[in-house]
Nanobody, 128 residues
C-alpha cells in the first residue's frame, strides 16, 4: 500500500521560504504523477502544483506561479515544493497526493479525482 509522508512545514515570516517534501513508500513500479494541494481553515482544498513522472511537465495554480517550484527525485521517491516569497494567504495545511499518469491526468490534474493516495499534510503558517 502506498504511503505518502509530507515534511518541511512550519512558521515563517512573510517574504520567507520553505521547502516541503513528500516521500512515497510501498509503491510498485509505475508512472505516478504527484500533486500538492492546500486547505486553509474554513476553505475548500485547492490545487497548488503538480508534476509528471519524468518531471518534464509542471503545473501551477495562478496564485503561486512564479513563487513556488515543484521538482522530484525519483531515486529518492520524493517530490519537493520550494515556496518562496511566502504570503500570509499561503497559510494552510499542505498535502501531497499521487496517481497513475494516465491521459486523463493532463486534463484533470487540478482536481482530486486523478489522485489515489494522499498524505496527512503539513502545516504552513506565514505571519505578516
Amino acid at each position: 500500500q502506498v504511503q505518502l509522508v509530507e515534511s518541511g512545514g512550519g512558521l515563517v515570516q512573510a517574504g520567507g521560504s520553505l521547502r516541503l517534501s513528500c516521500e512515497a513508500s510501498g509503491r510498485t513500479f509505475s508512472r505516478y504523477a504527484t500533486g500538492w494541494f492546500r486547505q486553509a481553515p474554513g476553505k475548500k482544498r485547492e490545487f497548488v502544483s503538480a508534476i509528471t513522472w519524468n518531471g518534464l511537465r509542471k503545473y501551477y495554480a495562478d496564485s503561486v506561479k512564479g513563487r513556488f517550484t515543484i521538482s522530484r527525485d525519483n531515486a529518492k521517491n520524493t517530490v519537493y515544493l520550494e515556496m518562496d516569497s511566502l504570503k500570509p494567504e499561503d497559510t494552510a495545511v499542505y498535502s501531497c497526493a499521487d496517481g497513475l499518469e494516465t491521459p486523463d491526468f493532463y486534463v484533470y490534474y487540478r482536481e482530486e479525482g486523478p489522485y489515489g493516495a494522499w498524505g496527512q499534510g503539513t502545516q504552513v503558517t506565514v505571519s505578516s
